[in-house]
């Protein structure tokens, strides 16, 4: 199994947990059409899509994942600001579990500024995996995992150093420190859970202008003592249960 990070920040989401047969879809906040290509073409293979929420780095190239016959799973708020009723889109009811192929799937519910949604997925060939994104806090300790996805956005050093300088406006740090995962929270979150048995650790959505890919990377490796990669676009990682 393979993680393929087509796009992640704030320019657009998306991402691929495949392998020959089939995959799962996370984020469509980037065309539909680079989703494609980077799955050559062979959208047969998809089970379905997840959406975390309704921003539209995150789902602006949805309505044509429908129109090529994905199945999209999301909140109802969520799908309710695509502007269309499709019988493709499938609400997800949190903490409830259910099958997207053979995706095993539950979700919880995260801080931001609308409705978002983390999500735990379980298959034969990645185990347990988390996919976090777009929140400012994680309440609660997950299940042990075999891989992790989780945004570290910013570091709050950086962005306090930004604001004194005048690069960085006022009411645009409130909105990052109130709607994206800092640094050091993301440090927090991984040190509540069990990572016996992690693999990967995949940081997502770093800002341009706000983080430091090598100083994160490095930090994460060393609290953890685990393989750190910083998501980038284009991108594969392997994303199985061990480096075997």
């Known amino acids: 199994m393979q993680l393929n990070v ?29 989703i494609k290509k980077a799955l050559n073409f062979n959208i047969s293979k ?8 309704s921003h539209l780095d995150h789902c602006k190239g949805v309505k044509d994942a429908i129109a090529s016959g994905i199945d999209v799973y999301c909140l109802k708020e969520t799908s309710d600001s695509f502007g269309l009723a499709n019988h493709r889109i499938n609400n997800i009811i949190p903490f409830k579990t259910f099958m997207i192929g053979n995706f095993k799937v539950s979700s919880f519910d995260l801080k931001h500024d609308v409705p978002c949604l983390g999500f735990i997925i379980e298959h034969a060939e990645t185990g347990r995996f988390c996919f976090i994104t777009d929140s400012y806090y994680c309440e609660y300790r997950l299940p042990a995992m075999n891989n992790i996805i989780v945004e570290a956005n910013y570091c709050e050093t950086i962005l306090q150093r930004r604001l004194e300088a005048g690069e960085e406006p006022s009411f645009l740090r409130d909105r990052v420190i109130r709607s994206h995962m800092s640094l050091q929270t993301c440090k927090e979150f991984l040190e509540a859970n069990d990572l016996k048995q992690v693999y990967n650790i995949v940081l997502i959505h770093l800002s341009d202008r706000n983080s430091h890919a090598i100083r994160f990377q490095k930090e994460i490796k060393d609290l953890t003592a685990k393989k750190v990669t910083i998501a980038e676009n284009g991108i594969t990682i392997p994303f199985g249960k061990t480096p075997f």
């Open 6 to 34: 087509v796009g992640t920040g704030s320019k657009g989401n998306a991402y691929i947990i495949h392998n020959d047969d089939e995959a799962l879809l996370i984020e469509c906040g980037v065309r539909f059409n680079e």
């Open 46 to 53: 998809v089970a379905g899509m997840l959406i975390s929420h």
